[in-house]
């Protein structure tokens, strides 16, 4: 009976899933995103090279298959100097325009594919050039730069999506390295709107 009870309820969620799915991704939606992962590959908390990276977005549906994306977004990175971990901050405002690569939404999943702009701050050990009576040869600077971004979508719910990512930035001026990758993992919350109306 218990057995009988489970299948069920897990068909009657797969059921719905298409519904509650159809939903979104339609013109004029927009939705909002919460986002954190790995920078740079996957290192230990406290050891040399260690990232991490956090964001939140906006983004604003121009059809079933394009949007674009407003945010903020920290890169923080530490690097090791005279046994001393150096953090590195670069604090960016990104747009980026995104379309629909594969996928389908009534299956739950989407693959879209990215590229646009980000620029912003990298401050070096919070622009404090002394250390240990070293001076660090690596100043703070403004930085602009290209991103490319891929996303895939799991659709949870008809507001909410599981976002898996990976984004590689080229940011001109930074006084330690102009690339930085980003792997990690997001909630998209779509926004209410009168799109389902249209």
Sequence with gaps: MRTRLIGLCLASL?????????QIH???????????????????????NFGYFVSVSYSRYRSRY?????????????????????????????????????GMVGRSWVLNIGGGIA??????????????GATLLNPSKWLLGPTIALEGEYILSGRTILIA???????????????????GLGIKFILPSDSNQE
């Design 119 to 132: 620029g912003g701050y990298e401050s070096i050990n919070q622009d404090q050039q002394l250390v240990e």
């Design 66 to 102: 394009i949007y674009w994306k407003g945010g903020l977004h920290l890169n923080q990175k530490f690097y090791t100097y005279d046994q001393r971990l150096i953090p590195v901050s670069q604090w960016l405002g990104e747009a980026t325009y995104f379309a629909r690569v594969i």
């Design 14 to 22: 797969l059921y719905s899933l298409p519904t509650a799915s159809a």
């Design 165 to 183: 990512r990976i984004q590689e930035y080229y940011l001109f001026r930074s006084s330690i390295i102009p690339t930085r990758f980003n792997l």
């Design 26 to 48: 339609q013109g004029g939606q927009s939705a909002v995103e919460l986002s954190a992962g790995t920078l740079d590959g996957f290192r230990l908390p406290g050891k040399d």
